[in-house]
């Protein structure tokens, strides 16, 4: 059930039936507290959600709450629980550990199998260096299962969640973080654009492993000085290019992660979910530019993956 959305003087927050406020990138109790009742002093009707023993737990530090928690807002809590005596209330997601979170991706996302696996073995040993692993859940499920809600249309066919074994991941909103940079791509010489997709693949698996920005591959040297591309482009040319191209993808990772709110690590992880290998992650990226341009040739293709992707291995 849809809870209300309150509207006041620019400020919006939707709240629950039984009070919860999803947290999300930019939120702060004074926000909530003008878009409900237009005054930012308010923040006093907020809370995090009940204990063990059914009570609200104050918010300490009410000038500081993180993308992926939630929020109570008491009055709505109260009317709540009067007319559903005895039902448990809403939780914060990071008070649950890696078992618990894995159990949420399945429960609200419809998550399983290979994909759950894959979550599985990648946050089991995880050593999170800024933040906490409680926030650290928090903020991935905001991403897992936050991200894509109301979504109804992606690259123009429907979001199956059972289709896709629960709710997309990074791979998703892939090919829409580059879009600018695929269209100018699009008005390149052949060489340049499918090489240019080679470098947004590659500086994407980069920023997701920690990676330095990649170089160009020295099998498409190769091919530019002794092979098919011989003479087509000037390999100075064409090394200027690769590296504007990884690093302009860079930046527009940066300015996605600081839109999101979250920590770096959380949002690396989030993109390693597709693939926690830097070889099967780059070549992901790829084949999903492939899958998604929908006027590409199989000699397109050829072009595009060749000479064959061996990230990092190749530079």
Not at 278 to 284: F, N, S
Request: aromatic share 10%.
């Amino acid at each position: 059930m849809r809870g209300t959305i309150y509207n006041n003087g620019g400020y919006q927050v939707e709240v629950a039936p039984d009070g919860a406020i999803q947290v999300r990138p930019g939120d702060w109790l004074s926000k909530y507290a003008l878009a409900i009742y237009n005054s930012k002093h308010r923040v006093s009707a907020f809370f995090y959600p009940p204990d063990d023993q059914g009570n609200l737990v104050e918010i300490q530090n009410k000038d500081l709450i993180l993308t992926g928690d939630t929020v109570i807002h008491e009055p709505t809590w109260t009317r709540w629980k009067q007319n559903n005596p005895g039902r448990p209330g809403p939780s914060r997601p990071g008070d649950m550990g890696i078992e618990g979170f894995l159990q949420r991706l399945h429960d609200e996302g419809g998550v399983r199998g290979e994909r759950l696996d894959r979550m599985s073995s990648l946050l089991t040993g995880t050593k999170w260096r800024d933040i906490s692993e409680a926030n650290a859940l928090k903020q991935l499920g905001y991403l897992s299962l936050e991200t894509f809600k109301g979504w109804g249309m992606l690259n123009g066919s429907m979001l199956l969640p059972q289709a896709l074994s629960g709710v997309p991941g990074f791979i998703a909103v892939f090919q829409m973080t580059f879009q600018a940079m695929v269209a100018w791509l699009d008005a390149q010489e052949s060489a340049l654009r499918f090489q240019g997709l080679r470098a947004i693949a590659y500086a994407t698996t980069a920023f997701a492993f920690g990676d330095p920005l990649p170089c160009l591959p020295y099998g498409i040297e190769y091919n530019l000085t002794h092979g098919t591309w011989r003479g087509v482009v000037p390999l100075n040319q064409y090394r200027v290019n690769w590296l504007d191209v990884a690093a302009k993808a860079t930046a527009r990772l940066a300015a996605d992660l600081s839109t999101r709110g979250v920590n770096k690590q959380v949002y690396q992880t989030w993109i390693r979910w597709e693939a926690n290998d830097r070889r099967e992650l780059a070549l992901r990226f790829m084949e999903e530019f492939a899958r998604g341009m929908s006027t590409m040739l199989p000699t397109d293709r050829v072009m595009l993956m060749s000479p064959k992707p061996i990230y990092p291995n190749d530079c």
